[in-house]
């Protein structure tokens, strides 16, 4: 991998006695888009099943989610819109918000699902600008409409507006050796973390992930 991605695969020694079979959930969030493809052609190379969370935000790329789920990846819902201001000014925009992803789910995969990510995950604190204590309200419904949600304990960093995939790959394998089980937020929407998990898939499962 260092080879084949050159100057751009981080120069970085870590030391995790615990790795051997130590399992790297990687989900990928804000799909699909334009990469997702891409990425699939990647996982399939490698065997690797991961979890999309999805969204509405693409929606000439809408059918990915059905070759997502056809591929045997695990599909959650992320949001519709992603519009903070509009999901979080109250429970029931929020939950209207996630019923329009779960019939768009629904229509491209056949069936619905009980898995979630809160956009901006579930201890937030950007929703209290919109309304005060609406995490507490929500997760707990949530938890009441048979939702599992799932925050991370990785982030690859490529949440914001600049980034590499160095930067992508150093963020999650320095991670590693701190958890027990790993969940790495990764978003299909970013070019260079697609092309990231071509060095770092590999990797991972050399090292005995
Ligand atoms: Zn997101």
Redesign the pocket.
């Known amino acids: 991998y260092r080879e084949a991605a050159g100057k751009d695969f981080p120069k970085i020694h870590i030391d995790d006695p615990d790795a051997d079979g130590k399992a790297v959930y990687l989900t990928f969030?804000?799909g699909p888009g334009v990469y997702t493809e891409q990425l699939l052609d990647t996982l399939d190379r490698y065997g690797v099943k991961v979890t999309f969370f999805v969204t509405g935000s693409f929606p000439a790329c809408e059918d990915m989610i059905k070759k997502e789920d056809a591929a045997g990846h695990s599909i959650g819902i992320?949001t519709l819109t992603?519009d903070f201001a509009k999901i979080y000014s109250s429970d029931k925009a929020f939950w209207k918000d996630i019923d329009k992803m779960q019939a768009i789910v629904q229509k491209q995969t056949g069936h619905t699902t009980n898995l979630m990510r809160f956009?901006g995950g579930s201890s937030n604190s950007i929703s209290a600008n919109y309304t005060t204590g609406i995490m507490t309200l929500l997760t707990k419904q949530a938890e009441q409409k048979g939702f599992q949600y799932f925050d991370w304990n990785i982030s690859s960093g490529d949440g914001g507006s600049e980034g590499d995939m160095n930067m992508v790959i150093t963020n999650i394998i320095s991670g590693l050796p701190n958890q027990d089980a790993c969940v790495v937020l990764c978003h299909d929407t970013k070019e260079y973390t697609v092309k990231a998990m071509e060095y770092l898939i590999p990797w991972l499962l050399d090292h005995g992930y």
């Open positions: 969030d804000d992320h992603h956009a």
